[in-house]
């Protein structure tokens, strides 16, 4: 599974990509307004370090939507054009997936809508299971529900899990099969997290300085010895232990 970061913050894509763990970006009119800059400026410059951006259109209309989604896809090679899970959105992303645009159907939240991006040849379909769970319905049930039709019926659009909220999301949304799933960078640094980890590590730092310590403070005591012909007046702080 990918892991995409779902931000329009090009600061924490920079963080992400550096890490060298991020496969894609999923920004959407929200997050946009959030980043704070041009629509366009903004796409154009987080596409000069990731591939896979999907980039949403704010039109409505099948053909104001297709004109939008040309114009977007013009941007740069690395966009994925975003369309809304609507009658009009599907409309325009089957003209764009036709003239070989990669397509995002996003706002799904059914099994049967996603029959309806794959049947348009859309690229990707973003299920958001974040926004299920928030009305006391299973999100990543779903996602795993639309993998599951997807493999019995051959079907490549890829499936990408969205509204992810918690690291748990990301574990579920792996075993349920989801090609990606979009997390915030908040959750993406969560992924790191582990008690174990960081006392392993802690303790690893600590063995490693104690053990050279302990060389340098032998190795000063014998360049002692050697000058002065005596022998060294610092002793090792632990007795050898008695062989068995
Ligand atoms: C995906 O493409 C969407 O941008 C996103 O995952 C929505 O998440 P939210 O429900 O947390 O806003």
């Known amino acids: 599974m990918k892991l995409f970061l779902d931000t329009a913050v090009y600061e924490e894509i920079k963080q992400g990509v550096d890490w060298g763990v991020v496969d894609g970006v999923t920004t959407n009119p929200t997050l946009i307004a959030k980043a704070g800059h041009e629509h366009e400026d903004q796409v154009k410059r987080i596409c000069q370090i990731i591939g896979n951006v999907s980039a949403e259109v704010v039109s409505e209309k099948r053909d104001d939507m297709i004109a939008e989604g040309r114009r977007i ?3 740069h090679k690395n966009v994925i054009v975003k369309v809304p899970m609507t009658p009009d959105g599907i409309a325009a992303g089957k003209a764009l997936a036709v003239e070989g645009i990669r397509v995002n159907v996003t706002l799904c939240f059914s099994v049967n809508q996603a029959l309806l991006a794959a049947a348009i040849g859309a690229y990707i379909v973003s299920p958001f299971a974040g926004r299920l769970d928030d009305i006391n319905e299973d999100g990543m049930r779903v ?3 639309i ?7 051959g079907i490549k659009t890829k499936v990408l899990a969205a509204s992810i909220r918690t690291p748990i999301h990301v574990t579920q949304a792996a075993l ?6 979009t997390m915030p960078f908040a959750i993406l640094k969560q992924l790191f997290n582990h008690p174990l980890t960081e006392a392993g590590q802690k303790r690893f730092l600590e063995d490693y300085q104690r053990a050279k310590a302990e060389r340098d403070t ?9 000058k002065t012909g005596r022998a060294p007046e610092t002793k090792p702080t632990e007795a050898p232990t008695a062989k068995r």
């Open 143 to 145: 996602v795993a529900d």
């Open 73 to 75: 896809a013009s941007w």
């Open 218 to 226: 032998a190795r000063a005591g014998s360049d002692g010895q050697s």
């Open 176 to 181: 349920a099969g989801a090609d990606i799933a």
């Open 147 to 153: 993998v599951s039709a997807y493999r019995q019926q």
